[in-house]
């Protein structure tokens, strides 16, 4: 089965630096962009930041944009995201992603990691 492993996260001050790893298994990683979602309490659930199997034009949402750096390791299975100067309105639950086209049915195929907390004191 699939299986997305996440690990990192936890409690800084603002400023400081986490890292988020994920771990992903059963399927054919080079196949799928693999990334991160988040949801802060009372909001949308919002992608932060993900990379295709190419390694080119790594998408970032635009209030990390400059802080996070993502980056996947192909032959570990593994993708990275260094998050830099963090803010309290980072503060959230973030999800590790895996996703693929499903050109017929007209969506993405998603397969999930758990939920880890990040939280950005100030």
């Known amino acids: 089965d699939v299986q997305l492993q996440a690990s990192g996260g936890g409690l800084v001050q603002a400023g400081g630096s986490l890292n988020f790893s994920c771990v992903v298994s059963?399927?054919?990683?080079?196949?799928?962009?693999v990334g991160w979602f988040r949801q802060a309490p009372g909001k949308e659930r919002e992608g932060v930041s993900c990379?295709?199997?190419?390694?080119?034009?790594?998408y970032y949402v635009n209030s990390v944009r400059g802080r996070f750096t993502i980056s996947r390791d192909n032959a570990k299975n593994t993708v990275f995201l260094q998050m830099n100067s963090l803010k309290p309105a980072d503060t959230a639950v973030y999800y590790c992603?895996?996703?693929?086209?499903?050109?017929?049915?007209?969506?993405?195929?998603?397969?999930w990691g758990q939920g880890t907390q990040v939280t950005v004191s100030s």
């Open positions: 059963g399927l054919t990683f080079e196949d799928y962009a």
């Open positions: 990379i295709s199997s190419s390694d080119e034009s790594p």
């Open positions: 992603n895996a996703r693929i086209y499903d050109r017929h049915n007209l969506d993405f195929l998603n397969y």
